[in-house]
């Protein structure tokens, strides 16, 4: 079985091809600030350096968030021409979970960041129990401090979120602070395939009307939008 994973949700966008377990190849990028040329043009050279075809591929895995918006809509736009051009199904990856999969195997507490401006991260925490993730929490943006608040014990963080507020948690948190040691260098979107491999083969794919984005809060735009109607209302 060969799927590739498609991640564009974090600034390091990054593909995928996961063929019977094993990365056979992959590749990411620094920044996503022209997601959609990088994306494209990331697909073209794992395709191109693997001597793989699109029709080649049993499936594809999409990140759907958290994480930029911008970022996920380009991956859903993407996936959508990939499907219609090759009808193969199609597994929805949570981003947060793809990125606890890069601190396996563990057996202690992952929580794994996004810095989701604003001064807050999207967090979800995970354990790591037997190589197989089990979520503890869903999905949120919430503050550093809060999150700290909710850290009882030693903890693997993962994401990069740590990039603005590592030093933050690690000030707070003192020794439940453990920072990822794994030795994995599977990218986001590998991770994802990963995960998606085992819906893959327990036909627990997802339909295209299905493909939705998980924003988890309101995008700038919608705020401002909401605001805007609620002072005409005089609310």
Known sequence: MMIMGIDSSIPQAS???LKDGKVLNQAEVGTNATASNQVLFLIDKVL?????NLQDLDG????TGPG??????????ILKGL?????KPFVKIDTLEALAMQAMPTGNKVCAILDARKKEVYAASFCGNGGILERLTPDRALTPSRLCQEITEPTIFVG?????YGPFLRSQLGGNFIPTQSKCTDTVAACA??????CFENKKTTNLDELTIKYVRKSEAELKFKEKESSKRGI
């Not at 918006?69 to 736009?77: C, D, E, W, Y």
């Open 160 to 164: 990069t979120g740590l990039n603005s």
């Open 193 to 198: 395939a990963r995960l998606a491999q085992n």
């Open 48 to 52: 191109t350096s693997s001597g793989v």
């Open 83 to 87: 499907l219609l051009a090759t009808s």
């Open 60 to 63: 594809f895995c999409l990140t």
């Open 68 to 77: 930029s918006f911008t970022g996920l809509r380009v991956g859903a736009s």
């Open 15 to 17: 593909i995928a091809l």
